[in-house]
């Protein structure tokens, strides 16, 4: 989900759609996803100009946010030009895009412009405290941490959002029973 001129953008997963809503969350149109993402989105952030899209591949897709239409890309290499696939849930602050890789714990800091790595984040820590509460809440019974289908491996860091007043970043993941407020160099 993206804000951008008064209005909300949400991503489908595998329908190849995106929701377009109002200020108040009423509906106002469906458009088709870019052919270039494959009919797959997977994450959406906004720098107040464009919105910026990845489908869990290596490239970050520039969008016009008036039809939707992919109007450049950059790809993402990290070290020894190894692409960095998975590119997820993403957040844009200033002149960078945070994407969390999926099935990872990490987060990568990286120029939106030019798909350039500036900085890789470790939230392992965040996992492993998540899984330890969860299990021990789970084996306690206790209502809230008792999920079907619960899967300890599966859910992973996938979720990250920006506040800027604050200065800080909320990650969280898959079936997290918590949200994390951490501070990370901008």
Aim: proline share 2%; glycine share 8%.
């Amino acid at each position: 989900l993206a804000y951008l001129d008064g209005k909300y953008f949400q991503l489908t997963w595998t329908d190849g759609v995106v929701y377009v809503y109002d200020q108040n969350f009423t509906f106002l149109q469906q458009l088709e996803l870019p052919l270039e993402m494959k009919k797959t989105g997977w994450g959406l952030a906004s720098n107040g100009e464009y919105l910026f899209a990845t489908n869990g591949g290596n490239t970050i897709f520039k969008i016009d946010p008036g039809n939707f239409t992919v109007v450049g890309h950059v790809n993402v290499v990290g070290e020894q030009n190894k692409k960095i696939n998975n590119l997820n849930e993403c957040e844009i602050v200033g002149e960078f895009i945070y994407c969390n890789v999926y099935l990872t714990t990490l987060v990568y800091k990286i120029r939106y412009a030019t798909g350039e790595v500036a900085e890789v984040y470790n939230f392992s820590d965040l996992y492993w405290k998540v899984r330890d509460e969860v299990s021990k809440r789970a084996k306690r019974n206790e209502p809230a941490f008792i999920w079907n289908g619960y899967d300890l491996q599966n859910n992973v860091l996938n979720g990250i959002a920006y506040n800027a007043a604050e200065n800080i970043f909320y990650l969280t993941g898959k079936r997290w029973p918590f949200v994390f407020a951490v501070k990370l160099l901008v």
